[in-house]
Nanobody
Framework: QVQLVESGGGLVQTGGSLRLSCAASGRTFSRCAMGWFRQAPGKEREFVAV????????YYADSVKGRFTISRDNAKNTVYLQMNSLKPEDTAVYYC??????????????????WGQGTQVTVSS
């Protein structure tokens, strides 16, 4: 029903910025809460940010609050993650995810129904 494709990852130095994009296909995008998660090798996939479909509210993990911004453009079926002031500990594969018909702000990975393939973000020291 929903297909997600991330892009925009790459290599950046500490303090740099990247903007990730997640292009979605499917008719239900506008009713999906959209989240970003990340996973470093050997670690759990962790929540990063989420944006609701009902009212555009956002929520961020403490580790990225003030540095990352999630946004969505429903006309383009795209969600973004603007990442500023990047740190080496931000290095991970970043995934976008969709939670169908959820007007809230889901933060658990088991709440999401669809996942992208991931895009690598590497922050060098």
């Amino acid at each position: 029903q929903v297909q997600l494709v991330e892009s925009g990852g790459g290599l950046v130095q500490t303090g740099g910025s990247l903007r990730l994009s997640c292009a979605a296909s499917g008719r239900t995008f506008s009713r999906c809460a959209m989240g970003w998660f990340r996973q470093a090798p050997g670690k759990e996939r962790e929540f990063v940010a989420v944006i609701s479909w009902r009212d555009g509210r956002t929520y961020y993990a403490d580790s990225v609050k003030g540095r990352f911004t999630i946004s969505r453009d429903n006309a383009k079926n795209t969600v973004y993650l603007q990442m500023n002031s990047l740190k080496p500990e931000d290095t991970a594969v970043y995934y976008c995810a969709a939670d169908r018909n959820n007007p809230g702000l889901p933060k658990g990975r088991n709440e999401y129904d669809y996942w992208g393939q991931g895009t690598q973000v590497t922050v060098s020291s």
